[in-house]
C-alpha cells in the first residue's frame, strides 16, 4: 500500500476534493476559486487533502463518455493525481458504501455524489465542490462545504 492509499487519519480536518474540483486543480482551470486555491494549498502542505475512491471511477466516466479529454492514459491521470503532495485516497469502506445507501436526509440519487457525502461525513472533513445542490445541502448542516468556486 503506498501512503497515497493509506487510512486518512480522522484526527485532523481534511478537504474532500470533490472529482471537478481534483479536474479543475490538475488542468489550472481558472474556475477555482481563489479562497478555495488558498486552502487546498494550505491542506496540501499539510498532507490534509483527501480524494474518495470514487474520483477514479467518476474520471474514467467523463473520459469514456468524452466530456473531459486527459492528453494521456487515464490509470496515468488518476495515478499522477492521487500523488500530487499531501493528497490521500480515501479508501471506499462498508462503513462509508452502506452509509452512502441511506444518508439521514434527502438527498438525489446520483451514486458518486452519495459516496463522497458519505466519505465527506466519514472522516468529519470538509467537501469542496461548485456542486450547486450539494453546496445547499451542506448549508442545512448535514456535513461541511466549501464552494470551490470563490
Same mark, same amino acid.
Given at each position: /500500500?503506498?501512503?497515497?492509499e493509506?487510512?486518512?487519519?480522522a484526527r485532523? =480536518? &481534511?478537504?474532500?476534493?470533490d472529482?471537478?474540483?481534483?479536474?479543475w486543480?490538475?488542468? $489550472?482551470?481558472?474556475?477555482? !476559486?481563489?479562497?478555495?486555491?488558498?486552502? @487546498?494549498?494550505?491542506?496540501?502542505? %499539510?498532507?490534509?487533502?483527501?480524494?474518495? +475512491?470514487?474520483?477514479p471511477?467518476?474520471? !474514467?466516466?467523463?473520459?469514456?463518455?468524452?466530456r473531459?479529454?486527459? &492528453?494521456?492514459?487515464?490509470? %496515468?491521470?488518476?495515478? +499522477?493525481a @492521487?500523488?500530487? =503532495? !499531501?493528497? /490521500?485516497?480515501a479508501a471506499?469502506?462498508?462503513? @462509508? *458504501? @452502506?452509509? +452512502?445507501?441511506?444518508?439521514?436526509? %434527502? /438527498?438525489? *440519487?446520483? =451514486?458518486?455524489?452519495?459516496i463522497?457525502?458519505?466519505?465527506?461525513? &466519514?472522516? $468529519? *472533513?470538509?467537501?469542496?465542490?461548485?456542486?450547486?445542490?450539494?453546496?445547499?445541502?451542506? $448549508?442545512? !448542516?448535514?456535513?461541511?462545504?466549501?464552494d470551490?468556486?470563490?
Amino acid at each position: /500500500m503506498t501512503a497515497a492509499e493509506a487510512s486518512v487519519p480522522a484526527r485532523f =480536518p &481534511h478537504l474532500l476534493l470533490d472529482t471537478h474540483v481534483l479536474v479543475w486543480l490538475m488542468f $489550472g482551470e481558472a474556475k477555482l !476559486g481563489k479562497k478555495a486555491a488558498k486552502a @487546498i494549498s494550505l491542506a496540501a502542505r %499539510e498532507s490534509r487533502l483527501v480524494i474518495s +475512491s470514487i474520483t477514479p471511477w467518476e474520471i !474514467g466516466v467523463l473520459v469514456a463518455k468524452k466530456r473531459i479529454y486527459l &492528453h494521456q492514459d487515464t490509470m %496515468e491521470w488518476v495515478r +499522477s493525481a @492521487i500523488s500530487l =503532495p !499531501g493528497m /490521500m485516497l480515501a479508501a471506499l469502506k462498508p462503513e @462509508i *458504501a @452502506i452509509v +452512502s445507501t441511506c444518508l439521514p436526509f %434527502e /438527498m438525489h *440519487a446520483d =451514486p458518486a455524489d452519495r459516496i463522497l457525502v458519505a466519505t465527506a461525513r &466519514h472522516l $468529519g *472533513a470538509t467537501l469542496v465542490t461548485a456542486d450547486r445542490a450539494l453546496l445547499d445541502l451542506a $448549508g442545512s !448542516g448535514y456535513f461541511r462545504a466549501v464552494d470551490a468556486s470563490r
